[in-house]
Structure formats: structure tokens, C-alpha cells
DNA sequence: GCCTCCAAAAATATCGATATTATTTGACAT
DNA sequence: ATGTCAAATAATATCGATATTTTTGGAGGC
């Protein structure tokens, strides 16, 4: 029998926690782009088998962070100015299309979640960086999901972690605080919750321009 | 050094040969949507061991051809009228955006590739209905690959299989030749080489509408 | 009769080992 | 010296077996 040494009773299977930990690796910077992901060094950086490392790997590169080279194994995803260019002009598209529809679906419960995620990430900005991220990014996903539109919130959700790797590659986000993030964030919120479509995307869009032309002006440098 | 034209089985990788039959599987219905899929079962199918096809199974769940139920296996991903109109919203959506960025960066050598697909798939329409689908995928991607924007390719190329997965659920395309399928792809052709981005990105979408229309009715009924 | 619960069966997830393929190293010839 | 080739090395891809988990089926209680 083995020791139930889990000190972490959520994960369900070897394979998702792999998968979980190797995505903030990837995300965070912590394995850098381009860089040879090796089965075995993972298998003792993840302590876990090599299956479900590989498995793990698979689903990476249908989001797009893993690249998989034919019988040579794996890399973490390269970067580029234009591959980030690409993932905010579609983004901007994508969100758009997305708002729009969950405004024109606004309903009090949808409402309701929104206010609740706002404050919440509010809350966690106080705390650590790490817990401020999930809460944007279920803040930013709270205002897309009630388009009820599965496919398209998926892409939504691959290109905003695409995007957040790029803020954690470019010096941890130090400056991307000083700009007052909280400012828009309510000039979205409140939009929607008068379901203004028109202001709503305009906010969010200026929102996404702004971030991105300050990590493209520091990847030129 | 490498004049060999590899026309067929040039499968590299026991997961990347079972990742293709299982997507041509699924694309035609052969494997059902809503199907449970036993590795066992499918190991059999394809004379391969049990590491392929969980591998091919990941890379599929990613093109969402596949759900993963967590510690509960695979199926094929369900289908849905619901399912079918998004993802008709996005192709002309994103299809479109593709198609001008790629007109507006046109060139000869462009012009040269989309005569090319168009002509092979003319003549492909003449031979078995497997030779004209990969032609006709192959057409429509050439329209879209100018764009020079990899992942918003491969999001249509996603949705494009998507599609034809609907396609094919509706009687195999009986109809869908009857209509002139050749006229419109012509008039798109035209458009794309006169650079007229406005009357190609219409004549794309309304190709697209017009047959999302066919089999939407034929899912009703 | 219907529900609950436990044992048997089946299927999945994971591990350890092997075969295959890429990469490196170093000797040899030019 | 330099480039080529072959053996040694390292890493991947795949297999077979085991451990877990879910599902099934039936016996007993209400």
C-alpha cells in the first residue's frame, strides 16, 4: 500500500496535475520559451510517471504553449513580436464578438456574477500577484461567458493565457501596475452593467490596446 | 537530395498515424458523436498499442473532436444544432478576416497557389468524394493562408473540420453537390485574383451561409 | 416491489522496461 | 586542419503489466 503522502487533496489525476503545474511553469516563465521540455527532467521536476508527462505535454500544445517536434520530443513555445500581435489583434476580435453577445444576454444573474467577481479581484490585488491573476482572468472570462458560446470562450481563454505569458515575460508586470488598471476595470464593469455595448467594447478593447502597446514597445528594447 | 515524392503512408509515429484515422474516423461519422471510446476497442481498430491511441485521443480533445471525461475516459465530442451555429458564427467571423488580411497582402506568387488549388480540386470533383474534400480544404485554406497569421489558421482549419464533421452527419452531402458549388467557389476565386476584398469576403460568407442553411434545416428535421 | 450495499468485472490511469530514433563523440582519411 | 563516417550515448516512442477506479450485477433488507 502507499503512503497517501497527498498533501494537495484536489488533484484527481497524475495527468491534470502535470498538466496544471507545467502550464504555470510555462506561463510564469519558469521554463522559458524555446526551451527543450525533456521527459525525464520533468518527470523528476513534476515528480510523476513519464505517461502522464507526455500526456500532459499533448494537451500543452493544443493550447498552443508546447510545440511538438516529430520524434524529437518537445519545446516550450517560442515567442515573437509578431506572434503576440496576432494574439491581441484576435483577441480583440474574439472578446468583442463575445461581449456583445453576453450584453445583449444580460440578465441580474449575470449581473450579479460580474459585481462579485469585480470585487473579488479587487480583493485579491491587495494579496499576491499569483492569486490576482486567477481573479482577473475569471473577472475578464465572467464578462465574455454569458454570450454562451462555448467555442468561442475557449479561444478566449487559450489567447488570454498566450497574453499573460507575454506580461510575465516582460519583467513581471512592474509597470503594467502603475497604470490605473483598477480605473478601467470599473469603466468596463460599469458599462456593462448598463449593458452599453458600444462603451463596454470600446473600454475593453482600449484596455487590451493599452497593455499590449506597452509590452510591444518592451520587446523592441 | 530528397526527390522521393512520398504520395502515401509516409506515417512517421505510431500516435501521429492514430491520431489521423481517428480524426477521419470521427470527421465521417464512422466513430459517432456521443460514442464512448474504448481504448481497447480502439486499439484493435487501429492494430496499435495502448500509448498511441491515448496520445491521439489528447491531440483530438484539443481539436474538440474528443471530450475527456476525467477518470472516466474518452468520447466523441457530441454535436448540437446549437454546437453547429457557432461554429458557423466564428468561420464567418474569422474567415473573413483572414481572407482580407490575405488579399491585402497579394502577390503573384499567391495568385499562382489559389489557381493551382483551384484547379486541382475541379479535377478532383470529378474523382471519389475523400480526393475532393482534402482538395476543397486545401482551396479554402489557400484563400486564407496570405494572412500570414498562423493561429487565427489554425482556427480555421479547426472549425473547417468541425464543419465538415456536420456535413458529413448530414447524409454525406447528397444535396450540397446539387446546389453549383463550382459557380461560387469561381466567383470567390475571381474576387480573391481582382483583389476586390469586399466581393470576395461576401461571396465566401454567403458560400458558407448558404449551406449552413441547408444543413441547419436538415437538422430540424 | 424497490432501494441499498457489497462483491465481481471491466475499463482507465499509471508505471517500469525495451526498442527506436536522434545526437554526440572521436577516429580516420583527405 | 577539416570534413565524413561510425560507434557510443542520450532521449524519445512504444509496449506489456499492474494498480485504481468506475461500472455492473445480484443478494439481502425495508
Redesign the pocket.
Known sequence: ??AMLDTEGKE??????AYRKLREMILTGELPPGQ??????LRGMLD?????V??ALSLLTSDMLVE???????RAAPVSKCNFEEILMLRCNLEETALRKSIANANSAWEDRLVLRHHHMKKASQKGALDFEDAHKAFHMALLDNAKLPLLLRYCSQLYDLNIRYRYLAAGGSSYKKRDINAEHQEILDAALDRDAESATRHLIDHYRRTGEYLSSQMDS
Do not use: C, N, V, Y
Open positions: 500500500m502507499d484527481t489525476s497524475a495527468t491534470h496535475g527543450k521540455l525533456k521527459i525525464e527532467q510523476t510517471g513519464a505517461s502522464p507526455r500526456e511538438r517536434i516529430d520524434q524529437r520530443g518537445f
